[in-house]
């Protein structure tokens, strides 16, 4: 936004022309200081080289600027700037019915590195509407106009981030939550208090924050990215309209801190588990119920007020209560409310109160639930008025459906009921006996499937480094032995006591050595197709993750988790994105890799159901869905795909996918070129 004489108001392309000019935002030559600055040597040698940067001091950018492009899809003809068209003849062109593509100019970020990962560079492009819309003005209509944008790109980008004005920043990740079904990756609204325009301002820092994050993780939910926190999309208000910190989720703990460290809550991030293609919801009419209105309860409102509010015409409200839910108990109010309800109207009542969440503790809460009000939780009103129009809209859904889902957690939006915290949620030292003798029963075991008989033109087939077809013997000595003899099974010489001896470890060390051993027992039962072995692993890992997530629990100074007794449990024990989503320290394999590599069917549902990542890329930059296919295992394409999987990466940007195409076309590879066919390959190659 610029200054004008009304105020602040959107400027076309102000934001795409001053980000190519920003080193920290464009370095397409890897020469700014940022780039530079890594060592003493090579400031020294860019210092001394007169400190070239990405753009000229003219202000032009440079060739190899100026022809770097992304392909972009739009729902609408798609602006560009000025600069750009000047010198090329990319233009705007129509493919399909409201869908219009164009190579608009990318721009790429100086190296970023996280933590020990290795320093990439995020190349992105801008997709700007024309004309700009201050968010005040924004609408339903708008909303799935995002949803689309997002949807018509999804197979090009990995992440999304979407900028935003403050004012109803909050109702638009709350319904774009919603109206991304099934989403499989990372989607951060961002803005700014101040605008970049002027020199001092928190666009920078924001807009910076949320590339990094979505250009690094995977965190398949919309999120809110402000003021160096990561917030869940449907858990935010906007809490003040003068400080920098103008969000909060008062009742659900940040996704991501950004400090020195970037550190990702990964108990609380969402795993996706519906095994479904992802779609956004727009293909309907209408779109979204725009019926729907909030109700704020004031003391003295008048029941002609509320069925004021409740016309006709409404077939759904959000009723804002005192406190933990309670209303005016007056008869003529509660039957205002209680005729609205019978004729069909969904109303939820949620809390006045920033934090907290509605109950039946009182009377007065209680009468309102008898009149047929649903209770809302702890949702925030944004999301609460967005989720209801979002399921009202879907025709398939009766009133009585949509008053159970509207209580339902559905995208993360509300806390459910509380799980009881037992110690068997908490890791102890017995359970690590139990994850050895799993290692060594997978380990010692001949493969339990028959991999396919590939196809000619297919690639050799490629072994799990570090498992032995054949587990040479291996002796356990423990403390005690009990058996008189050698006791050997599948090569191996032990009893079931010695493995299970007792070790002199406290909870945090038996923590320690579970986020250890469990992430290798992943990989190796998904290797070997072993659904017991997972089942442990998932289990498990799924007790800790409730234990974790308990609403009760706290942080002490020394950065563990506490639950309500108090006991500490090692944050070392989180594995980002869950166990089933852990990977291998050399390759960045995931099980879900391994699996689909190897053919191991059972391996891969299992994986799939437990909310394994399917854009989840290794070190060579390749996803599941490419070995799946390079190996010719037909149904886990299939499976795979369903799932939602796309090929990217390297897959599709350095042609290998193209290639074994071209390869198996050679070859006359009927069955091979099906399978690419059904990865999508093909599909991409004609489009």
């Not at 753009?55 to 560009?80: D, H, K, N, Y």
């Not at 990977?583 to 391996?603: F, I, Q, Y």
């Not at 795979?640 to 990466?649: D, E, I, N, V, W």
């Amino acid at each position: 936004m610029l200054t004008g004489s009304d105020g602040f108001v959107p400027e076309p392309f102000f934001l795409t022309e001053s980000l190519r000019k920003e080193s920290r935002f464009h370095d397409p030559l890897d020469d700014s200081l940022f780039s530079r600055a890594s060592s003493v040597q090579n400031f020294r040698s860019w210092k001394g080289s007169g400190g070239s940067s990405s753009e000229s001091s003219s202000g032009a950018a440079t060739p190899q600027s100026s022809t770097a492009t992304l392909l972009v899809r739009s729902s609408r003809p798609i602006a560009q700037p000025p600069s750009y068209i000047e010198g090329s003849n990319h233009l705007t062109w129509k493919i399909g019915h409201d869908c219009y593509e164009a190579h608009l100019p990318s721009l790429i970020t100086p190296k970023v590195k996280i933590q020990d990962e290795k320093a990439k560079r995020i190349r992105y492009a801008i997709l700007e509407w024309h004309p700009l819309l201050d968010s005040s003005s924004m609408g339903y209509n708008d909303w799935i106009r995002i949803a689309t944008e997002i949807e018509l790109n999804y197979s090009v980008f990995d992440a999304f981030v979407v900028l935003h004005g403050t004012d109803t920043m909050g109702y638009t990740s709350s319904a774009l939550s919603f109206l991304l079904e099934d989403l499989g990756k990372t989607v951060i609204v961002t803005g700014a208090q101040i605008p970049l325009s002027q020199l001092r301002n928190d666009a920078v820092d924001n807009l910076l924050g949320a590339l990094t994050i979505a250009g690094q993780f995977i965190i398949p939910e919309v999120s809110l990215y402000f003021n160096h926190t990561l917030f869940r999309g449907n858990r935010v208000i906007k809490a003040s309209s003068y400080d920098l910190d103008a969000f909060s989720s008062p009742n659900f703990p940040p996704l991501v801190d950004v400090g020195i460290d970037i550190n990702v809550n990964w108990n609380d991030v969402l795993r996706p588990k519906s095994q479904k293609r992802f779609r956004a919801h727009q293909s309907r009419t209408p779109v979204m119920c725009a019926d729907v209105v909030p109700i704020r309860i004031f003391p003295g409102i008048t029941a002609a007020t509320v069925r004021a509010f409740l016309a006709p015409h409404i077939r759904g409200a959000v009723l804002e209560t005192f406190g933990a839910g309670n209303a005016p108990g007056s008869p003529e109010f509660l039957d205002a409310i209680k005729e609205a309800c019978d004729r069909g109207v969904v109303i939820v009542t949620i809390s006045q109160c920033s934090k907290g969440s509605v109950s039946d503790s009182y009377e007065a809460g209680r009468t309102l639930l008898n009149a047929g009000v649903v209770a809302g939780g702890d949702m925030t009103a944004p999301c609460a008025l967005t989720k209801l129009a979002y399921l009202l809209s879907k025709k398939e859904l009766s009133v009585s459906r949509v008053r159970t889902l509207i209580r339902t957690p559905l995208r993360g939006e509300l806390t459910g009921p509380n799980v009881a915290v037992t110690s068997a949620g908490l890791p102890i030292v017995d359970s690590v006996s139990d994850l050895l003798a799993q290692v060594l029963r997978i380990s010692s075991s001949a493969s339990r499937f028959t991999p396919p008989v590939l196809s000619p033109s297919t690639s050799p087939s490629i072994a799990l480094s570090g498992i032995p077809d054949t587990p040479p013997p291996i002796t356990i000595t423990g403390p005690q032995t009990l058996d008189p003899g050698p006791d050997f099974v599948d090569g191996i010489r032990h009893s079931v006591h010695e493995v299970a001896a007792p070790w002199s470890l406290t909870a945090s060390d038996a923590a320690s050595t579970q986020s250890a051993l469990f992430p290798f027992l992943m990989h190796l039962a998904a290797a070997r197709d072993d659904v017991d072995g997972l089942a442990f692993c998932i289990d498990s890992d799924n007790q800790l993750f409730r234990t974790l997530g308990n609403p009760g629990r706290s942080t002490d100074m020394s950065g563990n988790n506490r639950t309500r007794s108090g006991t500490a449990t090692s944050a070392t024990t989180t594995v980002p994105g869950g166990i089933v989503n852990c990977v291998d320290a050399s390759t960045k394999m995931s099980p879900l890799h391994v699996a689909a590599m190897n053919g191991a069917e059972r391996a891969v549902n299992i994986l799939l159901r437990n909310g394994a990542l399917v854009h989840q890329r290794d070190i060579l930059d390749h996803t599941p869905l490419y070995y799946a296919a390079r190996q010719g295992h037909r149904s886990i394409v299939q499976k795979l795909a369903k799932a939602g999987a796309l090929l990217s990466g390297s897959d599709d940007s350095l042609g290998y996918a193209d290639h074994a195409v071209r390869r198996a076309e050679k070859a006359h590879d009927a069955q091979a070129l099906e399978i690419w066919e059904m990865a999508g390959a093909t599909m991409k190659k004609l489009m």
